[in-house]
């Protein structure tokens, strides 16, 4: 049997206490917003945040999803946004990283440099509002949102170096029984590769989910409004809110003031759980796509 030293025993206490101390600090803010979304908005002014309910409240859960129908579309947007972006980044990097891993291809590392480049340099934002509205004609649609961020030089690296890793044999095998490279891509190289493209959805699937950015630049249209977008406007402007609620979700209210604060919590609440539910299925890839990825360079 192997019994573990004092030492070792010492570390692993040090480790897992950390590991707990850490976990409590992402926890308990989390705790307290939830906390916050079921409580009455005068008991959040006069006492603050607490840990536990003080007078149970569900005004704020009520206006969003009664009499409104703002969030229902932001979270359609999102979601739309999130799978399409999800689908087009994963396609789009791999298939700019695979070449780079090809060492045959010529002009490989130029690609790769310039591809560098972008990652240190950009345009700016005056040019590329230029661009995107003059040139591409993307604002007020949904593609703006899409388009731009399907492609960085970060994830084109990662996703070369997993490339990388995989075995030359592989390729050079199938080219000797006639195989031509589109066929060694889709049929051989992809599917070895489940988990950096799980990583890389991941990391497009939390940046779309979080988008707000390009909306406040290109967005015009409240049908295109994200929902990330939309609770940054309620916590910027509580009036926003007032102006859009209908007859329905005043009559809820009872005449009372706007519950702004809970309001915020519960919006809050309500749009981080589709994409926190997403990580648990895509851990197991997700870290192995990264370590793999960060052993060659």
Known sequence: MNHKSLGDRTMLFVFYAAIGLF??????????ALMASFTNELELIRNGYSLWIGNFDLTAYRLIFTGTGSVY???GVTIITTILGVILTVFLTSSFAYPLSVKSLKYRNKLAFFCYVTMVFNGGLVPTYILTTRFLHLQNSIWVLIIPAAL???????MKNYFSTLPEALAESA??????EIYIYFKIILPLSMPILATIGLFAAIGYWNEWFRVLLFINDQQLFTLQFLIMRLQQQAEFLNSSLSAAARAALGGE???TIGIRVATAMVSIGPIILLYPFLQKYFIKGLTIGAVKG
């Open 175 to 180: 080219k000797i029984d006639g195989a031509s």
């Open 152 to 158: 960085n030089g970060f994830n084109v690296f990662l």
């Open 257 to 259: 003031m706007v519950p």
């Open 23 to 32: 976990s409590l600090m992402c926890v308990i803010p989390m705790w307290i």
């Open 73 to 75: 579309r932001a979270y």
